[in-house]
């Protein structure tokens, strides 16, 4: 399905890979409705951008939210208060229904690339990483709550168009390439390259109920 002029609801508008994300659907002339703690924080301008005030914490009328969307992006990471509670699983568990409810059907969940696969394990140089820096960087619990998302998705959320990415971020540099998507292969990618792979894999059905990590091909 091709989303042209389209509104989009993007959770984590004003993180590292959330702000070249609004860019980019901005530019290409849809819609963005971000849901902000701190509105100033965001660079972009457009008669295209609505910015509401609230966190996914204390937000009470989802429904409100998704009134005329077409596509919801949640690219949220807080691993200080992930090492807590499973904040994103709480409120994925709370998105779902409300999307039902509004009608919209598509869905992208941005993860870790050291985030496991639905009831699989980690590939042996991937769990070496997640439990030396990972875990000594304090962001274990990140990927744990975005383990439970996918088991939410997997399990619960047949019905919604869900597509998660399990992307390997390393900078804020410059474009580095065009990513793919593969189960397997993964490469650490820049913000603004894990914006645009997010964008263009948003429209590709085939993707529908995956969990792949990405690639740049050679």
């Known amino acids: 399905m091709e989303y042209s002029k389209s509104t989009f609801l993007v959770f984590g508008a004003t993180g590292r890979t959330g702000q070249p994300f609004v860019s980019i659907a901005l530019n290409e002339g ?3 409705r971000a849901l902000v703690r701190n509105p100033e924080k965001v660079v972009q301008r457009s008669t ?10 204390n937000f009470e009328n989802i429904d409100e939210l998704l009134d005329g969307v077409d596509v919801v992006i949640c690219m949220l990471g807080n691993a200080q208060e992930q090492n807590k509670a499973p904040i ?3 409120f994925i568990k709370e998105l779902i229904p409300a999307m039902r409810r509004q009608g919209v059907k ?3 969940y941005q993860a870790g690339g050291l985030t496991r696969r639905y009831k699989e394990r980690l590939p042996f140089m991937t769990w070496i990483l997640r439990n030396t820096i990972a875990r000594f960087s304090g962001l274990l619990g990140q990927h744990k709550d975005n383990e439970t998302v996918i088991e939410y998705l997997v399990e619960e959320a047949q019905d919604v168009d869900w597509i998660v990415h399990r992307a390997a971020i390393i900078s804020d540099g410059p474009s580095k390439g065009i990513l793919k998507r593969d189960r397997k292969k993964s490469s650490l990618a820049t913000h603004v390259d894990i914006a645009k792979y997010n964008y263009h894999i948003v429209n590709d059905d085939s993707a529908i ?3 792949d990590l990405s690639y740049y091909e050679k």
């Open 30 to 32: 849809h819609k963005v």
């Open 106 to 108: 598509r869905f992208l």
């Open 209 to 211: 109920h995956t969990y």
């Open 48 to 57: 295209n951008l609505e910015l509401i005030k609230g966190s996914i914490s």
């Open 88 to 90: 994103n699983t709480i």
